[in-house]
């Protein structure tokens, strides 16, 4: 269940397709991240590599079981491998990831306390940013 039109060599060595897989209990391993979602991704990791900055993927795609386990809305980015959530460890991380997300044109940002959501599902509301 992997996208096919992804050469995940392209992104090496920041993502690997196992990074993408749903994370779910019934292990259904989705993966079905698009290329331009990974493209836009890719930019904004390497534009904050030089900080040093983690970046480790906490959630990508989800199967509609997951998804609504997780709280995900019905059209949530994640489901059509649109989304992928970023683990953010203090301030200066989330305002460089932040920054670089927004840079790069991502324009569905979510932000938690812990991680920040990047969205790119063209279905969905554009030029939003929300609070978990
Ligand atoms: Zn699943």
Known sequence: MTNSSINWAD????????EFECNCTHKCGLQNMTKE???????????VDHRGIKFDIISGSRCTYWNKHEGGTFSSDHVTGEGSDIFVSGSRDRFLILKALIKVGFSRIGIGRTFLHAGSAARNDQEVCWLY
């Open 11 to 18: 992104y090496l060595p920041f993502f690997k397709p196992y």
């Open 37 to 47: 979602h990974m493209d836009l991704l890719f930019k904004a990791r390497k534009m």
